[in-house]
């Protein structure tokens, strides 16, 4: 069997990255990069890595090669600044990965994903204590601040879980969010109004209780409000492209803030259903 030199591409890359860092005829850009202006450039790639698994595994793997690029560049920098090398970081998890799963390099036993959840917390917090910074360490620290608000909500309650502080069903979740809308409402539309008020503190306060909920609520049916509003943004984007091409078809170049109310209905109508057919679904009703 034709064996290969697994680390020659990793070499390579390396070799690439100190070239181009090289101040004796390396990339003009990257000589200016610091890891404060390769921060926002992370968070970008790795939104690009998660759009392409909606497109192909060959732009997966293009998106994954960016980013990995940039951590390249990321331990560049440090390893020029003596702080830790690429090789370190390697060393680093791979060690963190061996130590966090005892029932694959080691003689613990689990019954299912939930007790490696829960084994996973009791290491992270053994490490905390173990660790040579002694400032107190707690469950929900090291949740990124740069975390999109509806994913770090999802991340708060799935760590608070690990330790039982949830709810115990859907239901008692359920609850909760008609609870949540309930307030929200009221700050709204107070009791014998019709006219909403709409920008007062406590109704901005509400609804992001109400927000958070939901969160919490779609992470115990299984899926992330993130990927869900997610996915609902490109439902709506991809309508209103097709909206805007009916409207040319229909209206030619009247502009559509000039159609009706009823004209703009009918022709959202029209395009979710040109929509659906293209896709092979049935016609949704929302």
């Known amino acids: 069997m034709k064996t290969e030199d697994s680390t020659a591409p990793l070499a390579r890359f390396l070799e690439i990255m100190a070239a181009l860092r090289n101040p004796n005829g390396g990339c003009p850009w990257d000589l200016k990069q610091t890891f404060e202006t390769l921060k926002p450039l992370v968070i970008e790639e790795a939104y690009e890595v998660a759009d392409a698994v909606e497109v192909s595994p060959a732009a997966v793997r293009e998106e994954l090669g960016d980013l990995v690029s940039l951590i390249g560049l990321f331990a560049q920098i440090a390893s020029e600044q003596s702080l830790f090398s690429f090789d ?4 680093g998890i791979s060690n963190k990965l061996v130590r966090r799963h005892p029932h694959v390099f080691g003689g613990a036993k689990v019954s299912g994903t939930e007790e490696v959840l829960r084994n996973w917390e009791q290491i992270k917090q053994r490490e905390r204590r173990e660790s040579a910074d002694s400032t ?21 309650g799935a760590r608070c879980a690990r330790v039982g502080f949830d709810w115990g069903s859907q239901e008692g979740v359920a609850d909760k969010v008609r609870e949540e809308l309930g307030e929200f409402l009221q700050e709204t539309l107070p009791t014998g109004t019709t006219d909403s008020l709409g920008s007062s503190s406590k109704a ?27 996915q609902a ?23 559509l803030a000039d159609l009706s109310a009823s004209q703009l209905e009918e022709l959202w109508a029209a395009a979710k259903k040109r929509v659906s057919e293209a896709s092979g679904c049935r016609i949704s009703t929302t």
């Open 233 to 255: 943004n490109t439902k709506f984007l991809t309508r209103f492209r097709e909206l805007e091409r009916v409207a040319k078809e229909r209206f030619g170049d009247t502009q």
């Open 136 to 156: 107190p360490k707690g469950l929900l620290d090291g949740i990124p601040r740069s975390l999109p608000a509806l994913l770090k909500a999802h991340q708060i």
């Open 88 to 91: 370190s970081v390697l060393e």
């Open 204 to 230: 901005f306060e509400e609804f992001g209780d109400l927000l958070f909920t939901l969160a919490q609520y779609s992470r115990h049916m299984g899926f992330n409000a993130e990927e869900a509003l997610s």
